[in-house]
């Protein structure tokens, strides 16, 4: 695997199981990390409906996990019923660490990143105006932006402790 890309499901906070047929990794309110249908090396080479799908132009060498949450977000003034919990989002970002250090995926831009940040960067994908993740309610001065740089760095973080 070459890389992890990191999700809101945008329902609620519990996985369904249309959720777990696309992402390989959700964490749920509580913070328990619950498997997909898929292995991540499923996406090795994505064959019709025996890959999870999560991420529309980039699903080959990635991996992908999905914070339960955010279903009803508009924008950081209107996010639903269901926001990113801190808890919720710091397991996700230790799980991802772990993932790096598995899968021997160095921490930087072009192997960990957000949707959003996929679908910027891959405009002509399906991915491209994806939405997750441009908000992080625990975290809520973080800009859109500079999101993936601040789940980079807490993913390092993370990493420095496992790696003990």
């Not at 249309?18 to 328990?32: A, Q, R, S, T």
């Not at 990635?62 to 950081?76: D, L, R, T």
């Not at 801190?86 to 996700?92: D, I, L, S, V």
Request: proline share 5%.
């Amino acid at each position: 695997m070459k890389r992890i890309i990191i999700h809101w499901t945008a329902g609620g906070y519990f996985p369904t199981d249309f959720e777990k047929e696309h992402y390989h990794f959700l964490v749920d309110k509580n913070g328990v990390v619950c498997e997909g249908m898929f292995k991540p090396e499923d996406n090795e080479i994505c064959k019709i409906n025996r890959y999870a799908a999560h991420t529309g132009g980039g699903n080959t060498h990635s991996i992908g996990v999905a914070i339960c949450a955010m279903a009803g977000f508009k924008n950081k003034k209107e996010i639903g019923k269901y926001p990113i919990l801190k808890k919720q989002f710091e397991r996700t970002m230790e799980f991802c660490a772990s993932l790096s250090v598995k899968y021997h995926i160095d921490i930087n831009p072009q192997n960990i990143m957000t949707h959003y940040e996929f679908g910027v960067k891959n405009p002509k994908t399906t991915s491209a105006g994806k939405v997750d993740i441009i908000y992080l309610p625990p975290y809520p001065w973080v800009e859109k932006d500079e999101i993936g740089s601040f789940i980079r760095s807490k993913i390092k973080w993370y990493k420095q402790k496992v790696s003990r």
